[in-house]
């Protein structure tokens, strides 16, 4: 065979290979979109493994999506969530329905992305969600930072938008970099320079300790979102900072201890839950682990909002809404958060009161 045959034949034979490839490669492609369809079960049928289409679902979050506003929406779609996790040990994936939704918050965003992380941890649920179709509330939700620690269809991570974040704090330590530095991002919205500022800090600390404290206790995984959201100034507010923590663990009423004679007396006055748990905030009861260091996280809380380095303290536990800036808004809830839900805000004046009272 001449030169030229053999590398005319070689050409082709070289590109009757790539086609074949090419072919193979497609097949593959194919078949493993089907399989991706399908997951394979613990049952086996003599000895053969059975795929089964995994089961969906979907779970609305209504119209008015703002824990502050509205608790017991929020409320009820946690739950739902939560359900899932009872029963048997099947693949599921659940659709989180928020193409409804007319008013939102960064308190529900908090605490849906802490529920999804935290199913994600247990595996076997796949969670998934849609945009509002409210243009407002479609920008809150991406201004947010949820998305975040979301990934569309394809499997690529979203693009950052505007200066809110959320930070997954985690369970294994309190003090986290992550935390101090976005507390000092954070105050360059309001003094155009980072710098500490160490009110918030220690509250941080303080709802983390308690969390990891009882986290322990049993032998569970625990993990907080803390919320930061920059809110510009308008003829009707003055420019401040919301921040969110938000805990998806016991809530607080199922984590102190309370004197069986405590109980009757509470009774006898007629002590709503919203009064005990403002009890707690000032120290009136211990913690369940009677450890002597405890019990010191909620009064500190208390003490640094009543010096005003902190402002508009809110918390959302059990079946609980209690107001620190208004208590006879404080209510009780229909429905039990499975968890603890802190929101308060800081702005100008309450870094020049730390600055002036706090430093000395």
Not at 110 to 133: C, D, T, Y
Not at 304 to 315: C, H, P, S, T
Request: aromatic share 10%; glycine share 6%; with cysteine.
């Amino acid at each position: 065979m001449s030169y030229k045959k053999l590398v005319k034949y070689d050409y082709f034979r070289q590109l009757s290979l790539f086609r074949k490839y090419r072919k193979t490669k497609e097949k593959k492609k194919e078949r493993n979109k089907r399989k991706n369809s399908l997951r394979r079960s613990f049952e086996t049928n003599r000895g053969r493994p059975v795929y089964q289409t995994i089961p969906e679902y979907t779970i609305h979050a209504g119209t008015a999506f703002s824990l502050l506003e509205n608790p017991e929406n929020v409320i009820r779609l946690v739950n739902e969530i939560d359900s899932f996790k009872i029963g048997d040990n099947k693949f599921k994936r659940i659709l989180i329905d928020l193409s409804e939704i007319t008013t939102i918050d960064i308190g529900s965003i908090s605490f849906l992305l802490a529920k999804v992380h935290e199913m994600n941890r247990i595996g076997k649920i796949q969670i998934w969600g849609n945009m509002p179709k409210d243009k407002s509330c479609q920008q809150v939700f991406i201004d947010s930072g949820f998305l975040d620690y979301m990934r569309d269809l394809s499997g690529n991570k979203f693009e950052r938008h505007g200066d809110n974040y959320l930070v997954n704090i985690g369970s294994d330590r309190t003090l986290n970099e992550k935390v101090g530095k976005s507390i000092q991002n954070s105050i360059k919205h309001l003094t155009t320079e980072k710098d500490h500022f160490p009110p918030v800090f220690s509250i941080v600390q303080e709802m983390c300790s308690n969390s990891v404290e009882h986290a322990n206790t049993e032998n569970i995984h625990k993990n907080w979102f803390l919320g930061v959201n920059c809110v510009k100034g308008s003829e009707n507010q003055n420019p401040h900072i919301i921040f969110t923590m938000t805990d998806v663990g016991f809530g607080i009423l199922k984590t102190i201890k309370r004197k069986f004679g405590t109980k009757i007396k509470e009774l006898m006055e007629n002590k709503t839950d919203w009064e005990i748990l403002h009890r707690a905030f000032q120290k009136q009861y211990q913690s369940k682990t009677e450890e002597i260091n405890r019990n010191r996280g909620l009064p500190r809380i208390l003490d640094i909002k009543e010096k005003n380095y902190i402002k508009d303290l809110k918390v959302i536990t059990n079946n609980v809404f209690l107001d620190f800036d208004n208590l006879d808004s404080s209510k009780i809830l229909s429905k039990n958060l499975p968890g603890t839900f802190y929101y308060w805000k800081i702005d100008l004046n309450c870094i020049e009161i730390w600055n002036q009272v706090g430093t000395n």
